[in-house]
T-cell receptor, first 112, second 113 residues
Framework: SAVISQKPSRDICQRGTSLTIQCQVDSQVTMMFWYRQQPGQSLTLIATANQGSEATYESGFVIDKFPISRPNLTFSTLTVSNMSPEDSSIYLC?????????FGPGTRLLVL | GENVEQHPSTLSVQEGDSAVIKCTYSDSASNYFPWYKQELGKRPQLIIDIRSNVGEKKDQRIAVTLNKTAKHFSLHITETQPEDSAVYFCAASSMNRDDKIIFGKGTRLHILP
């Protein structure tokens, strides 16, 4: 099974600033994804991180707001740009191997 | 796109009784149905999954059933224990297409002493 880590685990940011979240998988995975989870709610897919090319965004999410990189099979970053209080949430990285999809511990973001 | 509905949103059962959570999906191309358990402040953890070529799968106290015709699938937990208290998410995915997993809204399960 894959073990996924994220940095930072939490952060408090001022509105208008940007935060980059890093995701590291301990083994190669075929797919990597970024989700957002509001407290007490379900997981909403932001985008699929594609290795070496632009991410595939879901409806309601755009590259200018959530730029994503995936330079190799085990690492990805998500940037939350020009933050507002509405961006306060938990951001989870996820990776899928042949059989199973695993999740990172999440990054808890509070925007003031 | 895929839409996953999950019921109930909250479920309370007496310790030792059974719990059942039901989900429906909309995309007939979906062929992979995982269930995740999320404890407070923790990451979602896969507890069981089922693929479309199987109607039922069991792992100790947990079982999942799938009805592809009706686009229904359900999670059954027997002999519930306090540590089963958590939020459970069903999900659906087409492993042959875009591999996205779409989640239901979750069921908060309370095991009563």
């Amino acid at each position: 099974s894959a073990v996924i880590s994220q940095k930072p685990s939490r952060d408090i940011c001022q509105r208008g600033t940007s935060l980059t979240i890093q995701c590291q998988v301990d083994s190669q995975v075929t797919m990597m994804f970024w989700y957002r989870q509001q407290p007490g709610q379900s997981l909403t897919l932001i985008a699929t991180a594609n290795q070496g090319s632009e991410a595939t965004y879901e409806s309601g999410f755009v590259i200018d707001k959530f730029p994503i990189s995936r330079p190799n099979l085990t690492f990805s970053t998500l940037t939350v740009s020009n933050m507002s209080p509405e961006d306060s949430s938990i951001y989870l990285c996820s990776g899928r191997d042949q059989e199973t999809q695993y999740f990172g511990p999440g990054t808890r973001l509070l925007v003031l | 796109g895929e839409n996953v509905e999950q019921h109930p949103s909250t479920l309370s059962v007496q310790e030792g009784d059974s719990a059942v959570i039901k989900c429906t999906y909309s995309d007939s191309a979906s062929n992979y149905f995982p269930w995740y358990k999320q404890e407070l402040g923790k990451r979602p953890q896969l507890i069981i999954d089922i693929r479309s070529n199987v109607g039922e799968k069991k792992d100790q106290r947990i079982a999942v059933t799938l009805n592809k015709t009706a686009k229904h699938f359900s999670l059954h937990i027997t002999e519930t224990q306090p540590e089963d208290s958590a939020v459970y998410f069903c999900a659906a995915s087409s492993m042959n297409r875009d591999d996205k997993i779409i989640f239901g809204k979750g069921t908060r399960l309370h095991i009563l002493p």
